[in-house]
């Protein structure tokens, strides 16, 4: 038969069920017969496995807070939770219809890259735009730069690309999650929009000083 690896002993068929293991394992973490590094990590497990329960029991009881969180943290596979597109998704798509709305300006992203979804990046950018108009700051940054550029064959608007890269980088937006990659770029995108319309109007006035209206020719 087999072998123990560890006493090299005949192991028979019966299994110690696993609860039963991490119950011992808890009760000797707490009364300090297992401690340093050891101890450390299964407190450190422990904690993450109850906050990862309790999260899935807040966005299974309608907190649309909850299931974006359990969106970003399966899509990045943070805190204890597996690293899976779909799922991420399919959380974001939940916590939007709860009316989450930086969910649903990730929903729209996950569109535009086909991450846990099938692409459409017309669907996407509709959806993004929808987050940018109720507030959320990463949205409207996104949307203002692809307007900067005329991304995705939007037509080229610098006059809305201002709006949107302003109103993302006030601090007024309710709904604030972008991170500091995304502003630096807008920041610099903005500086750049604002000085060639300073120029086009100071172009402008020299081009029509001197000039006299219609109708004030006497």
């Not at 497990?45 to 009881?61: I, P, R």
């Not at 064959?153 to 709904?175: M, N, R």
């Not at 006035?205 to 020719?217: D, L, Y």
Request: glycine share 12%.
């Amino acid at each position: 038969g087999n072998t123990s690896p560890l006493t090299k002993n005949a192991m028979g068929v019966k299994l110690i069920p696993a609860v039963q293991i991490r119950n011992h394992i808890e009760t000797c973490v707490r009364n300090g017969v297992i401690t340093g590094d050891l101890a450390n990590n299964w407190k450190g497990k422990e904690k993450e496995t109850s906050e990862a329960d309790a999260l899935m029991k807040k966005a299974l009881g309608g907190d649309h807070d909850a299931m974006f969180l359990l969106g970003l943290f399966h899509f990045d596979g943070l805190n204890g939770f597996g690293k899976d597109q779909k799922i991420a998704f399919d959380w974001y798509e939940r916590a939007s219809n709860a009316g989450n709305v930086k969910a649903l300006a990730l929903s729209g992203f996950s569109y535009m890259n086909g991450s846990g979804v099938k692409e459409n990046v017309t669907y996407g950018i509709v959806l993004v735009t929808m987050a940018a108009e109720r507030g959320s700051d990463l949205a409207c940054l996104s949307l203002g730069l692809w307007l900067a550029g005329g991304d995705f064959d939007l037509v080229e608007d610098h006059s809305k690309a201002i709006h949107f890269l302003s109103l993302g980088l006030s601090g007024l937006c309710p709904h604030r999650h972008a991170r500091k990659e995304p502003k630096e770029e807008a920041h610099l995108m903005l500086t750049e929009l604002t000085i060639t319309k300073l120029e086009n109007v100071s172009s402008n006035a020299k081009n029509t000083k001197g000039h006299v209206a219609p109708g004030e020719i006497g």
